[in-house]
């Protein structure tokens, strides 16, 4: 089982970057994904869900500037993030809550 985030990195506030999470035995086709982050001194909180069936949710702190898809062809699901802010800046981690498998993280760095 493997989870691999990319596309994360050093952006000016107001920017947009591509978060990319591929995954292996069509891990982001069967379940639940989703996006979490964990800024410096801080709990890891959730930030957007992706269902089998394509619904998805969001956390209040980046509804309308950040999107959660999915590319069932190549078993990626990806986070477009835009209008960044300097309260963005975290560690990304892609995840299948259930069961409970999780990425290494990419870290995304908004300077303001």
């Known amino acids: 089982v493997q989870l691999v985030e990319s596309g994360g990195g050093l952006v000016q506030a107001g920017g947009s970057l591509r978060l990319s999470c591929a995954t292996s035995?069509?891990?982001?086709?069967?379940?639940?994904m989703a996006w979490y982050r964990q800024g410096a001194g801080k709990q890891r909180e959730w930030v957007a869900t992706?269902?089998?069936?394509?619904?998805?949710n969001y956390a209040d702190s980046v509804k309308g500037r950040f999107t959660i898809s999915r590319d069932s062809a190549k078993s990626t699901v990806y986070l477009k993030m835009s209008a960044l802010k300097p309260e963005d800046t975290a560690v990304y981690y892609c995840?299948?809550?259930?069961?409970?498998?999780w990425g290494q993280g990419t870290q995304v760095t908004v300077s303001s």
């Open positions: 995840s299948a809550p259930t069961p409970d498998y």
């Open positions: 035995g069509r891990i982001s086709n069967l379940y639940t």
């Open positions: 992706i269902t089998p069936t394509g619904r998805t």
